[in-house]
């Protein structure tokens, strides 16, 4: 394509188009020009491209606001630019705002050139900018890495067709990865990206453009298919699993074996909002994956399974916001001495989560934290609150003991140890004043962890205790691999010993050979005067529970 100006020059005189073009000419401006004469040839030179327009404004059959109007119906980004031997500056300006970008006078073609060069370079100025905007609409609806739609415009999406009424179903398909991470994490994000691309490719080749297919974020994708039947869904669905269970991904010499789970969901004009349908479909495509992965999942309302996967990413969403808005508070419920007169300060830390209706017991929501591993998070914040709530003490901490409880989770994070003891040397906590817990069966689950850690934090003073203790009675072994400080007695078997011979058997049991293993014994769920005789007369160290004191909002 030539480097000149492609000029088109509208005149019906060939002495006037003469002198525009070589005014044209004497200001040095490299331009082709063509020069026409009437509608029909402009309409037909208009389907070229063109840098410019120039157009007489007075013409015998025709006027320059004609011109203006038939350049901005075809090509409306085309600038123009008038000349006119005699125009009221009025006219001018109207020809302005019809969209011409300027005109000259006939008498003062010397300022022709200049105002196209401006023009020119106004137009280039303009050019880049919509080419800017356009990549800046772009990016926010498209991923950046596959350049297929994003979540938001996918939801917009799906927000129309979930009020379209159809001869047949609307549905909404959630795609997952199965082995993304494994790939993203052995061979690094870039081979992670190019997965995603591959794949992409791969679901794109299987739905041949007949449906919308996003990226709505790490490994999954979603795709919206418009009045289909249930056969034609699982139909495509299927097509798509085995087209990714075909694929080989290779990788510096490695071969991976990939496969996708599929979760599927009708829209239904009766249904809730565009989140509920992403859940619904996310709720299938997990179990689908729980099922042994490369599966179809249809969402059913009446599934209890789907139900408490739902209840389950409902917990996750209010725990992170609670993480984010410290809705976390920590209660403090006291224990007793039952054998000796020890009247320094024992008692563990229990974590609460404030709502609008009050607090929330860990119950609610630990089952869904350990789930999709966010207790380190909630560990860390306890740790924190309570070493800050502890150091704030000062020297009344020095002959009191404080129980944290920590998930298994934690004992197999690589920095959580390390957070701790940075943790200990911003507060200048006493550690001998902490004793860590956590459950027989995180321990037990998390063995060489448990041990490693507990080995670990005991070497910088604080201390540790096993919880929940008695409930796999195998777990007395244990005692020899294990470095504790307390053990403490299950409540389940503290709170009917009274009435059941085997339980006050299997206490008693627990007290026995932890005071032979060098530990401090406690009994959870102490709730009556005569438990709390029974234990003192066992021997049991420790009580805990609502007959000595009920958990309260630390002072």
Request: glycine content about 6%.
């Amino acid at each position: 394509m030539s480097d000149k100006l492609q000029i088109l020059l509208v005149d019906d005189s060939e002495n006037d188009a003469f002198f525009v073009m070589r005014a044209i000419e004497k200001g040095v401006l490299s331009a082709d020009v063509t020069h026409v004469t009437n509608e029909p040839e402009l309409r037909e030179k208009l389907n070229n491209e063109w840098d410019l327009v120039i157009s007489d404004h007075s013409m015998p059959r025709w006027s320059s606001t004609a011109v203006i109007q038939i350049v901005k119906e075809i090509s409306p980004d085309l600038p123009i630019i008038v000349v006119s031997g005699t125009m009221p500056e009025n006219i001018g300006v109207d020809a302005m705002g019809m969209g011409a970008q300027d005109y000259v006078m006939k008498d003062n073609l010397s300022r022709l050139v200049p105002v196209i060069e401006r023009e020119m370079a106004s137009n280039a100025t303009r050019k880049a900018k919509d080419v800017a905007e356009q990549g800046v609409r772009f990016l926010s609806c498209h991923d950046t890495l596959t350049s297929l739609p994003n979540r938001r415009f996918f939801e917009r999406s799906l927000h129309d067709a979930s009020t379209m009424n159809s001869a047949n179903l609307n549905v909404l398909m959630y795609l997952d990865l199965d082995q993304f991470k494994v790939v993203n994490e052995t061979c690094g994000h870039v081979a992670g990206d190019e997965l995603l691309k591959q794949v992409t490719k791969t679901i794109q080749s299987a739905i041949k453009d007949a449906h919308l297919l996003a990226r709505l974020g790490g490994d999954e994708f979603g795709i919206l298919m418009i009045d289909v039947s249930e056969e034609q869904t699982l139909y495509l669905a299927e097509n798509i699993r085995r087209a990714v269970d075909r694929m080989r991904f290779a990788w510096e010499g490695t071969e991976y074996s990939i496969s996708i789970s599929i979760g599927i969901v009708a829209l239904d004009l009766t249904k809730g909002s565009i989140e509920e349908l992403m859940s619904s479909a996310d709720i299938a495509c997990y179990a689908a994956k729980e099922r042994g992965r490369s599966g179809i999942q249809w969402y059913s309302d009446d599934n209890e399974e789907y139900h408490q996967r739902r209840n389950e990413l409902l917990w996750v969403n209010k725990i992170k916001s609670a993480l984010e808005s410290n809705q976390f508070e920590l209660f403090f419920q006291p224990m007793e001495a039952l054998l000796s007169e020890d009247h320094n300060r024992h008692g563990e830390f229990l974590l609460r989560l404030r709502n609008e209706d009050g607090f929330v017991a860990p119950g609610e929501f630990i089952p869904a934290a350990e789930k999709f591993n966010l207790m380190p998070k909630i560990d860390r914040l306890v740790v924190g609150q309570a070493f800050q709530y502890v150091a704030a003490r000062g020297d009344r901490a020095r002959d009191e003991t404080y129980f944290i409880n920590l998930s298994g989770q934690s004992l197999s994070d690589e920095t959580f140890f390390d957070d701790v003891r940075m943790m200990q040397k911003e507060t200048q906590v006493l550690p001998s004043s902490i004793c860590f817990e956590i459950t027989e069966t995180a321990a037990i689950d998390n063995l060489a962890d448990a041990v490693g850690f507990i080995s670990e934090i005991r070497e910088q003073g604080f201390r540790f205790a096993l919880d929940d203790f008695g409930v796999g009675m195998s777990s007395f072994t244990y005692l020899k691999t294990i470095p504790l400080d307390y053990l403490k007695i299950d409540g389940s078997f503290v709170l009917n010993m009274l009435e059941d011979p085997i339980d006050m058997g299997i206490v008693n049991a627990c007290n026995t050979i932890a005071h032979a293993a060098g530990l401090k014994t406690i009994a959870e769920f102490v709730e009556t005067p005569e438990i709390q005789a029974a234990l003192a007369e066992l021997g049991v160290d420790y009580g805990q529970g609502y007959g000595i004191a009920k958990p309260a909002p630390l002072e």
